[in-house]
């Protein structure tokens, strides 16, 4: 491994970190599901615990989960720049840990032993397709590791030469892209706020950081097609 995982163990806890400033900050993007469309622009979406009529230009569909902007202008809520929740971060929901004695954050990557282990022990379909595509991925060599059990936050990572390249999806920062060297982190995300967020704490990961604004993609991509498995 060309760099020791202690680098992306810096990042990861000060990203959890930054998760964990505020429970609720309506400067980052936040999770809305569609609950009803009252006409071709107007929506019932939940907020939180919260049940709210809300406007999108852009065609919603209910049911769905969505990482959105919100700013609140003249008592009416005004959305923005909203990406479907990925599925991993949707399946993570309901994915129930084994070890869930720690309740400090831990840093753990799975090992192939617990794939299968969890694999052996699943409870439902959802588990058993959530372990199934960890298990797949680790055959290509990108691993899966649980930022915050409690939030349920998680990174993709994969060694490529002299740096690593991740994806993490978090419930409040959500989704980010980026790669590590030995001296620098990159970092790209589509939303503005969780960049200037990075960027006030960004002297506590003692790496030169660089920040851009960018659709942030999974290095591997989930999915319910269970052919091809090796053990």
């Known amino acids: 491994m060309p760099l020791n995982v202690s680098k992306l163990g810096k990042v990861l806890k000060t990203l959890n970190r930054l998760e964990s400033i505020k429970e609720f900050n309506a400067t980052l993007p936040v999770k809305i599901e569609v609950q009803k469309q009252i006409n071709p622009i107007r929506y019932l979406i939940k907020l939180g615990n919260r049940e709210v009529e809300t406007k999108s230009s852009i065609p919603l569909e209910v049911g769905k989960k969505y990482f959105a902007e919100i700013k609140e202008i003249k008592s009416k809520l005004q959305i923005s720049n909203l990406k479907e929740i990925p599925e991993i971060l949707t399946l993570l929901d309901k994915i129930k840990f084994m070890n869930e004695k720690n309740k400090t954050l831990k840093l753990h990557t799975f090992s192939k ?119």
């Open 113 to 231: 032993e617990e794939i299968l282990q969890h694999l052996a022990n699943s409870n439902n379909k959802t588990e058993f397709i959530f372990f199934t595509n960890i298990l797949m991925a680790f055959h290509q060599k990108i691993f899966h590791l649980i930022i915050n059990e409690k939030k349920k936050a998680l990174m993709q990572y994969k060694y490529s030469k002299n740096k690593v390249k991740f994806y993490a999806v978090f419930n409040h920062l959500g989704e980010l892209d980026g790669e590590i060297t030995t001296g620098t982190l990159t970092v790209y995300s589509p939303y503005n706020a969780t960049l200037q967020l990075i960027e006030l704490y960004k002297d506590e990961i003692d790496m030169e950081v660089f920040l851009y604004k960018k659709e942030a993609k999974p290095i591997y991509v989930f999915a319910e097609n269970l052919i091809n498995l090796k053990v």
